[in-house]
């Protein structure tokens, strides 16, 4: 039997990890494949997709690492692929999807600071990064850069016909006849101000981490915290 990864919830880097599992948040980064690719021998690996994806670099991490395997790798995608999680799809020898999943593609996001100078060299390096992305769907799907980018520029959503049509996948699982019925939104990343000051908290001398009640009003305040952040990021 083939061993299994599972790429769900968000895609995160190494050191958030721990936040989101102490939330009980479903979450993905490169420590979580590495270390199951570590035990492998050339074996082949299944790996799972259910994911909106998140933070690219950790996408492309993931997508290298699996990418750099030996073994056969299948991939089924059970729900969605989407943005970084698209990526990670792409490593697969094989790729299923099932006739209810999507994969989504676009172009790479970031927020940031300064004067126009600091807003166009960002804008050239984003530009530049979706052209390192547009690789890994060129690889599998043999599409040109220019109409990988310009799926991208349109925040392109593939149902499960339109992603074997464009060749993001191998074959659709189950029933090829079933039409998409649902969608997906993006992954819901913790706001990294959210995360310092849970780091913040945890490092509090005055916190006792072994005393149950202490673990459950640091958890609640972090909770309100993320709650309060998201709500005013839902008015902006």
Avoid at 150 to 156: A, G, H, P, Q
Wanted: aromatic share 8%; net charge negative.
């Amino acid at each position: 039997m083939a061993k299994k990864i599972k790429i769900k919830g968000v895609i995160i880097p190494n050191d958030y990890k721990w936040v989101y599992d102490w939330f009980e948040m479903d979450s993905t980064c490169p420590n979580d494949v590495s270390k199951v690719l570590d035990t492998l021998n050339g074996e082949e690996i299944e790996i799972e997709i259910n994911s909106g994806g998140g933070d690219v670099y950790s996408g492309s991490e993931i997508y290298t690492a699996l990418k750099g395997y030996k073994g056969k790798k299948i991939v089924k995608i059970v729900g969605i692929a989407a943005s970084a999680a698209s990526i990670i799809a792409m490593a697969g020898d094989k790729v299923s999807i099932s006739p209810t999943a999507q994969i989504m593609i676009h172009n790479v996001r970031s927020n940031g600071s300064g004067d126009y100078k600091d807003f166009e060299h960002r804008a050239d390096v984003l530009k530049n990064y979706n052209k390192s992305i547009a690789n890994a769907y060129r690889l599998k799907t043999g599409l040109s850069e220019k109409e990988l980018l310009d799926l991208m520029n349109k925040e392109s959503w593939f149902n499960a016909q339109q992603a074997l049509e464009y060749k993001f996948v191998d074959e659709i699982m189950f029933d090829d006849q079933m039409q998409l019925v649902a969608s997906s939104g993006f992954a819901p990343m913790i706001p990294l101000e959210v995360i310092n000051k849970i780091r913040n908290t945890i490092k509090n001398p005055n916190i006792d981490m072994n005393n149950d009640s202490d673990i459950l009003l640091q958890k609640s305040k972090a909770q309100l915290n993320l709650l309060k952040l998201k709500g005013e990021m839902n008015n902006e």
